[in-house]
């Protein structure tokens, strides 16, 4: 079964420093989302990606965050200068393109932990 | 976006049926409703998807009303390993790429 991978599996940084965090997605895959979860609250949506630009954001996603897709194959959350509150679960999704049975499925990587000390 | 209403948390017992209700009464006439697991420290898993009556797979079923206010994920004979937090989202699967997540129900299947 196709999987979504993301890398690092964890990450410590400082506050203040800047953060990549990779999504290797599944490859017929067209849209593509970023999610984070605080430890122990619910999944939250940050952003989604179609045809190299933003689709729709969450008030979350201010100007510390971004992301890319820079050779046409990872997808990238950069988070510019991170504070405290950035630690958390982050996670990639994507889905096929609409049409056919459960369309709109999202597949999700097994997540990035980010703690920011 | 619909928003979506769950119970916060159910307990039952291994071999059961578990039942969980989402109430969407904003759902659209484009909106399909879809059920993801999350176990620990995972990302969730999709379980089911349907838009109306009823959707089976080989985990669970799906029952829509006719109005489609509500949808109920029906988990037969459930075993310890089905404890995890589940949750109904509800939106278009094109056209929009919003998918949000509530709270979820965090189910406990006990021994």
């Known amino acids: 079964e196709p999987e979504v991978t993301q890398t690092p599996s964890h990450q410590v940084t400082q506050m203040g420093q800047e953060v990549i965090l990779r999504c290797v997605p599944i490859?017929?895959?067209?849209?593509f989302y970023w999610y984070r979860q605080i430890l122990g609250q619910k999944v939250e949506f940050l952003v989604s990606?179609?045809?190299?630009?933003?689709?729709?954001k969450s008030e979350i996603f201010d100007d510390q965050f971004s992301v890319e897709r820079p050779d046409g194959s990872n997808f990238t959350l950069k988070i510019r200068s991170t504070k405290l509150e950035d630690s958390a679960m982050y996670f990639c999704a994507n889905t096929r393109l609409a049409g056919g049975p459960n369309t709109g499925e999202l597949f999700f990587g097994e997540g990035s932990r980010l703690t920011v000390l | 976006l619909a928003k979506t209403t769950q119970p916060i948390s159910m307990d039952s017992y291994e071999g059961q049926e578990v039942n969980i209700t989402c109430s969407h009464n904003n759902i659209a006439t484009n909106d399909y409703i879809t059920w993801y697991q999350q176990f620990p420290s995972q990302g969730p898993r999709f379980i089911i998807q349907?838009?109306?009556t009823k959707v089976t797979n080989e985990v669970a079923s799906l029952f829509i009303p006719a109005d489609r206010k509500s949808s109920t994920l029906s988990l037969p004979r459930v075993s310890l390993s089905d404890t995890a937090v589940y949750y109904c989202?509800?939106?278009?699967?094109?056209?929009?790429?919003?998918?949000?997540f509530g709270t979820g129900t965090r189910l406990k299947v006990l021994a």
């Open positions: 349907g838009y109306k």
């Open positions: 490859s017929n895959h067209l849209y």
């Open positions: 990606f179609y045809n190299n630009e933003i689709s729709e």
């Open positions: 989202l509800v939106g278009a699967v094109s056209g929009t790429y919003k998918y949000i």
